[in-house]
């Protein structure tokens, strides 16, 4: 693919204007810790939302839908649809309580959940096991869909590319904190999101309109059952179904154990979206002139008493501890 002025030109003022967003929250993000790491907890529930889609939407994420769908129909997505049920509870369950811990990191949640120096090397162990190999493998396959892409699309030196791409994110992350990465992440999803809409536009319109693609559908998979079936399973005279990519067992496991059960690598960066978030009114707020010690309270192993550590404090709606 060779690319011509105006091309670069599209791609330079992208990084620039995405790097512009980031600088220009340098003085915001620089006023406190607080400020920098979660954003004073003032961020609106649709920049936090919109950060989180985006940051799980990375180079990666096109790939392997894409070789889902090729292999396996529509219905290959429940490979990772089923945390769909994890996501629901931490939504409307999960992110409220960990909002009101008033904690910055999820690793330091650890360390409040529990007590003493356990609870530390809990922290210090789990800080260091998923913020060293955990997180380079999880970089190592995202740079490598990257490189594809880049290879594909530009043309260039992926390897060069990636590294201007690593260089401007850095830059305008480390410069701005949380603030900067909210905004460019909203600023990126927003193009992500119509980029794919309109290349959806054009290849269905390649491959003849949607009466051909059904066709070609068809033709790759068996059934048009098969390839745009939502459902992982198929329903017969004789009973239910599954198709051979997922037997019943795989898939009952899938959905009763695998979404609470594995650890999902996009975790760490929604629960830091969770804890810069507006604590609006209601149970699971609390108020803002209160010290941490009192949202704190009632993260303790035992129901009935306070953790002797920390200051006690009443649970809102509560006369006491």
Not at 94 to 108: C, G, K, S, Y
Not at 161 to 172: E, K, L, N, W
Not at 239 to 256: Q, V
Not at 259 to 273: K, M, Q, V
Request: proline share 6%.
């Amino acid at each position: 693919m060779t690319l011509t002025p105006i091309d670069w030109a599209i791609v330079a003022a992208y990084f620039l204007f995405t790097a512009a967003i980031g600088f220009v929250f340098t003085r915001k993000g620089g006023e406190s810790m607080s400020e920098y790491f979660i954003s004073g907890r003032n961020v609106p529930w649709w920049l936090a939302g919109a950060s989180m889609v985006a940051t799980t939407f990375a180079a990666d994420t096109p790939l392997v839908v894409t070789g889902l769908v090729v292999n396996h129909g529509v219905a290959g997505n429940w490979l990772w649809w089923n945390f769909v049920f994890s996501g629901t509870l931490t939504v409307f369950f999960f992110a409220r309580l960990w909002r009101r811990a008033h904690v910055m990191t999820d690793v330091e949640f650890a360390e409040i959940r529990y007590s003493g120096k356990p609870a530390a090397a809990l922290r210090g162990f789990r800080a260091l096991y998923l913020g060293i190999p955990v997180n380079l493998i999880i970089l190592g396959w995202v740079t490598r869909a990257m490189i594809k892409i880049l290879t594909i699309s530009l043309g260039v030196n992926p390897y060069i590319a990636v590294g201007i791409c690593f260089a401007i994110t850095m830059a305008y992350s480390v410069a701005g904190g949380m603030w900067a990465v909210l905004w460019t992440d909203l600023v990126q999803f927003v193009i992500k999101m119509t980029a794919v809409i309109v290349l959806a536009i054009f290849a269905v319109s390649a491959v003849g309109g949607i009466g051909a693609l059904k066709a070609g559908l068809t033709k790759h998979f068996g059934t048009e059952t098969a390839a745009l079936s939502v459902m992982p399973v198929h329903v017969g005279v004789d009973g239910i179904f599954a198709y051979a990519w997922m037997p019943l067992t795989a898939l009952f496991t899938f959905l009763g154990v695998q979404w609470w059960a594995a650890w999902y690598p996009g975790s760490p960066p929604s629960s830091s979206r969770w804890h810069t978030t507006r604590s609006g009114p209601g149970p699971g707020s609390s108020p803002a002139s209160a010290p941490s010690s009192c949202t704190r309270t009632w993260w303790t192993r035992s129901p009935d008493t306070c953790t002797p550590s920390w200051t006690c404090c009443p649970r809102p709606g509560r006369a006491s501890c």
